[in-house]
């Protein structure tokens, strides 16, 4: 079974940034396949937040655009996601996320393996 290991979340004030990182203990899928970070807010849906494809296509959430940036390893089986100009409304707990296939997956369904999430406070 493959593992997802999200990192770097933390406390940080509004305006500040963070990293997260989000490694995979081997190759997800035999072949090619898609990463993606999603939030989830208390009492709020999991919701994504960017995602990317084999090829470095990606997807912003309009929330995030602008300040976010998804970006991937594949020789270390690990995504990125550098959150700047960070809200208070950032705040969540961060679900890293892959999917088999070539495409740019941004639908919850489409991603059968989870990381267990990291949690991101911005204080105002």
């Known amino acids: 079974q493959v593992e997802l290991v999200e990192s770097g979340g933390g406390v940080v004030q509004a305006g500040e940034s963070l990293t997260l990182s989000c490694a995979a203990s081997?190759?997800?899928?035999?072949?090619?396949?898609?990463m993606g970070w999603f939030r989830q807010a208390p009492g709020k849906e999991r919701d994504i937040v960017a995602a990317i494809s084999w090829w470095n296509r990606t997807y912003y959430a309009d929330s995030v655009k602008g300040r976010f940036t998804i970006s991937t390893d594949n020789a270390k089986n690990t995504v990125y996601l550098q959150l700047n100009a960070l809200k208070p409304e950032d705040t969540a707990v961060y679900y890293c996320a892959a999917a088999a296939g070539s495409l740019v997956y941004s639908r919850k369904n489409e991603y059968p393996l989870w990381g267990q999430g990291t949690q991101v406070t911005v204080s105002s």
């Open positions: 081997r190759r997800p899928f035999r072949s090619s396949y898609g």
